[in-house]
């Protein structure tokens, strides 16, 4: 079955370590996206990519790296320089066409303690 | 800056009580307006996508409709399982490829 797989769905990390969540899809999309989710914000955007090998910040990148060295791959590193990590993260792909629809995986909620 | 502006924030219907979700919106020649459904500890799963005002898309009890300001998720005759957050997005020429989010209408359909 074609589709986005997020893992581990559950993250649990002491606070000042680096943590990396795994984003994989075989849906052959171009454009990749990171997003948080807290409690009344919405998702807002973290990085997103187009193509491979190139990536753009979102609305709130700092305390975040990525990569995009595969199509089918975009792991996101969650660093120690994030002042609050404790969130739920989902990841996103679509076509390049602007007009087409982004689907999602099922997400990780990481828990910093 | 593309915006999205959803409400109301929460709405609680019974059963068979016909109503609509509102998604306001500003953005930079809008590309695509898309509506989602999020069940709590799930990632958002795809319903409609809109490109210009007047257009209208219907799945089942729900149907999403375009003018140049706005976008309305209809829902005829709910029924429990509707019960979800509906998020509203956009993306507009001046972005990117990046979607902006609304913060979502929580819906209950009680019995």
């Known amino acids: 079955d074609g589709g986005i797989t997020q893992s581990p769905k559950y993250l649990f990390r002491k606070e000042g370590q680096n943590v990396t969540l795994s984003c994989e899809q075989n849906?052959?999309?171009?454009?990749m996206y990171w997003y948080r989710q807290d409690p009344g914000q919405g998702l807002r955007l973290i990085y997103y990519?187009?193509?491979?090998?190139?990536?753009q910040k979102g609305d709130i990148a700092e305390g975040y790296s990525v990569s995009r060295e595969k199509k089918e791959s975009f792991p996101l590193t969650v660093t120690s320089a994030q002042k609050n990590p404790t969130a739920f993260y989902l990841c996103?792909?679509?076509?390049?066409?602007?007009?087409?629809?982004?689907?999602f995986g099922q997400g990780t909620r990481l828990t910093v303690v | 800056e593309d915006q999205v502006t959803q409400s109301p924030e929460a709405l609680r219907l019974q059963e068979g009580e016909s109503s609509s979700l509102n998604c306001s919106y500003t953005?930079?020649?809008?590309?695509?307006l898309f509506w989602y459904r999020q069940d709590p500890g799930k990632g958002p799963e795809f319903l409609f996508t809109?490109?210009?005002a007047g257009e209208e898309k219907e799945k089942e009890r729900l149907k999403a409709t375009l003018t140049k300001k706005e976008s309305f998720l209809h829902i005829t005759a709910p029924k429990p399982e509707d019960s979800a957050t509906y998020l509203c997005?956009?993306?507009?020429?001046?972005?990117?490829?990046?979607?902006?989010f609304g913060t979502g209408t929580q819906l209950k359909v009680e019995l």
């Open positions: 953005v930079s020649g809008l590309r695509g």
């Open positions: 809109l490109y210009s």
């Open positions: 990519s187009q193509i491979v090998n190139d990536f």
């Open positions: 849906l052959n999309h171009d454009a």
């Open positions: 996103a792909s679509s076509m390049r066409d602007g007009g087409t629809e982004a689907f």
């Open positions: 997005a956009v993306r507009g020429t001046g972005g990117g490829n990046k979607l902006t």
